[in-house]
């Protein structure tokens, strides 16, 4: 699922074009629905938000901007946003999955080692994001974790692991920084 | 509006990355895409290279096989052709929630019937059934209100849009508001604090207006706070339009008739 390769479907479902939107769908629901369930950690509530968010998806295409970043970035972001959005319904939901983000590293109990999915290029970077996240310093690990998965603001993870704020921001800072040199840009064919 | 001082770039850059993480809130948003504009195509590409890595870190995770039956409630919900699915398309979990609460109910009601020394039961059943319901109704007041909030940010952050800045006249020197148009669309945004008290009866009407032409851009009420929200549809503004907020009597009208409290002049 090379980002190249959805960005033209992505541009066509923003014209409204259906069969763009079935074909968007075969090439990234596998990720998507990889991602609700990590961040949710129940297979029913990743169904219902991957639902929300394909229909997001169609109803909001034409925001789309490729100057401003890739189509699996603009996809992953809004998925997690969602994602977000249902832990935050339930604040008691969204601490206990913050416990599991915070304690289980990857991969958790819910990403069992099975047959590859995806392409050779896909496993491969996904694997070099993973390198990548062991790489970091724990703690930095754990607040961008923590933030990205577990749907904690960085004033919330402040709180939770007892760490000064700005502490904390500077770590998901670093993090970030960090990740960005070591996954530099992969050339598209 | 309090201004804070000139942000570090480090400061920028923890804003940048609060800004995709969805954190910051609509004024922290609005002075968050201000900075970015002042910084100009270096802080475009910054932000474009958190992204791009927020979305790398996605890929950590395993993939994941869908339940089948999904595909088809997505392309049904967008009204492709495809055959209608099995189950209901929409708040599948609200209906597990009913649903339990309804077999609840039945079993409740038997056990009463049964042996009234389960009388007792039957009451707690009814009481978790009043509670799962509260929290059904909560848990979707929150997703309605964080489904919102993020449709404003994306409006507002759209390639293209517009900002006008809206400004106290004297009838309301408190009040401030900004109008967000996405380019092309006819969409856009109002946002407003400090808006005077407004009567049962009364409604505030956003105005286009051009060389003595007023078009209605919409009407809304404010909050007990003095904040307003407006989704505007449809609005062809004419070149070199200012936009107006007044107050008119509900439901309101045609064309202004009362005071200018808000003007983009």
Not at chain 1, 2 to 8: A, G, T
Not at chain 2, 190 to 204: F, S
């Amino acid at each position: 699922m090379p980002s190249h390769e959805i960005q033209p479907l992505l541009l066509r479902v923003a014209d409204g074009d259906a069969g763009a939107m079935a074909e968007l769908y075969d090439a990234t629901a596998v990720f998507v629905f990889g991602i609700l369930r990590r961040m949710l950690w129940s297979t029913e509530s990743a169904e219902e938000v991957a639902q929300e968010v394909y229909i997001q998806v169609w109803r909001t295409a034409r925001g789309y901007d490729p100057g401003h970043g890739s189509a699996w970035s603009w996809l992953a972001l809004l998925t997690r946003g969602r994602a977000v959005g249902r832990m935050r319904a339930d604040g008691s939901y969204r601490d206990a999955i913050a416990d599991l983000v915070l304690h289980e590293p990857f991969p958790g109990p819910l990403d069992p080692v099975g047959p590859p999915r995806g392409e050779v290029a896909h496993l491969e970077r996904a694997e070099a994001v993973r390198e990548a996240l062991r790489a970091l310093p724990g703690d930095q690990r754990r607040a961008l974790e923590l933030a990205f998965f577990g749907g904690l603001t960085q004033r919330e993870i402040a709180y939770r692991i007892d760490t000064p704020l700005p502490t904390v921001k500077s770590r998901i800072r670093t993090a970030l920084m960090r990740l960005r040199e070591r996954l530099a840009p992969v050339p598209e064919q | 509006m309090i201004r804070p001082a000139k942000m570090s770039d480090d400061q920028f850059e923890e804003q940048a990355i609060s800004h995709l993480l969805g954190e910051l809130d609509v004024n922290g948003e609005i002075m968050f895409q201000e900075e970015l504009a002042r910084r100009g195509a270096p802080a475009g590409a910054m932000l474009r290279e958190f992204r791009e890595a927020l979305g790398e870190l996605a890929l950590a995770v395993a993939p994941a096989d869908p339940p089948p039956a999904l595909r088809a409630r997505v392309l049904w919900s967008i009204g492709a052709p495809v055959a209608a699915p099995d189950a209901p398309p929409a708040a599948p979990r609200t209906f597990w929630i009913w649903a339990a609460a309804a077999m609840m109910t039945a079993v409740a009601v038997g056990l009463g019937v049964w042996a009234g020394r389960l009388a007792d039961e039957r009451d707690e059943l009814r009481a978790h059934v009043g509670r799962l319901e509260e929290r059904v109704a909560a848990a979707e007041t929150a997703a309605a209100s964080s489904s919102l909030l993020r449709e404003d940010l994306e409006l507002m952050a759209a390639a293209g849009s517009t900002m006008h800045e809206l400004h106290g006249t004297d009838p309301a020197p408190e009040a401030g508001g900004r109008v967000f148009l996405s380019a092309g669309s006819g969409r856009g945004l109002l946002i407003a604090d400090g808006l005077p008290a407004l009567g049962p009866d009364r409604v505030y009407a956003l105005w286009a207006m051009e060389a003595g032409d007023a078009r209605l851009a919409g009407v809304f009420r404010s909050d007990a706070a003095g904040r307003g929200r407006l989704e505007i549809e449809d609005l062809d503004l004419p070149a070199g339009a200012i936009f107006a907020l007044t107050e008119e009597p509900a439901p309101g009208g045609e064309r202004p008739t009362g005071p200018i409290l808000l003007s983009s002049r």
